[in-house]
């Protein structure tokens, strides 16, 4: 397990984001992913249920600022990393360009089903990636 868990983006890494990637390149967001095995929201859901329900409603405004899912898979083994570290899904994400995901996370709509994402996740990581070395 992680020694440090994260779930939601701090205002610092956010602006980070905003100010260190180029305003016009796609990036492709990387998303590590670990299940809560309940969804701390007290649904009776289980975290991946709570994440599937995010996943539907999220993809309207993945479309509207031109993202898209690229790849998902289903973590097995990490080869490198801290030992008891594991993760439940690996999941990109292309925007055209940052401020499409910035607008995207700031919008009312996202803001009403962010919940869900939350509720889910007992850790996540989400690393910006440029295509290129």
Not at 12 to 33: C, G, H, I, K, Y
Not at 117 to 132: M, W
Request: net charge negative; hydrophobic share 45%; charged share 15%.
């Amino acid at each position: 397990m992680s020694l440090i868990t994260a779930i939601d983006p701090t205002r610092a890494s956010l602006a980070q984001f905003a100010a260190e990637l180029p305003a016009d390149t796609p990036v492709v967001m990387l998303n590590l992913l670990r299940f809560n095995p309940q969804a701390s929201d007290q649904s009776g859901r289980t975290g991946r249920e709570a994440y599937a329900e995010y996943s539907r409603l999220i993809m309207p405004l993945l479309a509207a600022v031109g993202g898209q899912p690229i790849w998902l898979g289903r973590a097995q083994c990490a080869l490198i990393a801290p030992a008891g570290e594991s993760w439940d899904e690996v999941l990109l994400v292309k925007y055209p360009h940052q401020q499409a995901f910035l607008q995207m996370i700031g919008s009312p709509e996202y803001q009403a089903i962010v919940h869900h994402r939350s509720a889910a996740l007992l850790d996540s990581r989400l690393i910006a990636t440029l295509e290129g070395a």
